[in-house]
């Protein structure tokens, strides 16, 4: 990843949300180094946990305000991956704990899973394919927990039957998965891409 400068990815979003109707949708993510990343849908609205996809991996590891801690060895899916936990230095940061689970012989971060003090737990998976080189996932999938998830003010959700307002459902994991069908990398990334 740290040949990565920059990127432009195409893929399809789909979003699993026991409160949210959404369709399958195309979108856009653009990263710029170190950690500037964006996600566009067409026609619509996305929403992700708060910090779910704006912690990028690599600003984790490029920056000092953590301490790595080994935590051992274990396998994900049968691939052998080391344990990281990355604790916070500063105090005032709004993330208790990420824990890491790296592919040493590929160099690839697997999973990560990130306990935040007011946005609840939300895991990560990556699956590599065709840009694994680059250490870019053709498929991410967010699991968060739906009682934890704050909804930005002004948004309104489309209840399942339309009819009758339905209370949020307790201890219920929400889930998004975005598949990747392409990148544009070191092609530069504009500022005006990432608002």
């Known amino acids: 990843m740290d040949r990565v400068n920059d990127y432009v990815a195409a893929g399809k979003m789909k979003t699993d949300v026991v ?4 369709p399958v949708a195309n979108i856009k993510s653009y990263y710029k180094k170190p950690n500037r990343f964006k996600i566009k849908r067409d026609g619509g609205i ?23 801690i080994d935590a051992g060895q274990t396998t994900l899916n049968k691939i052998p991956v080391r344990i990281i936990k990355l604790l916070p230095l500063n105090d005032n940061s709004d993330v208790v704990l990420t824990t890491m689970y790296i592919d040493e012989a590929n160099l690839l971060i697997r999973k990560s899973s990130t306990t935040t003090k007011d946005n609840g737990t939300f895991d990560m998976e ?27 003010k002004g948004i309104t959700l489309e209840y ?15 889930k998004v998965e975005i598949s990747y069908s392409s990148y544009i990398i070191n092609k530069g990334v504009t500022d005006e891409m990432l608002k």
């Open 126 to 152: 990556m699956q590599f394919g065709k840009y694994a080189e680059w250490g870019l996932p053709d498929k991410v999938i967010f699991s968060f927990n739906t009682k934890d998830y704050k909804l930005p």
């Open 19 to 22: 409160f949210i109707k959404a």
């Open 160 to 174: 399942d039957d339309g009819s009758k307002k339905q209370e949020l459902p307790k201890n219920k994991k929400g």
């Open 46 to 68: 996305s929403l992700l946990p708060k910090g779910g996809v704006s912690v990028n991996v690599s600003s984790l590891l490029l920056t000092d305000d953590y301490t790595a």
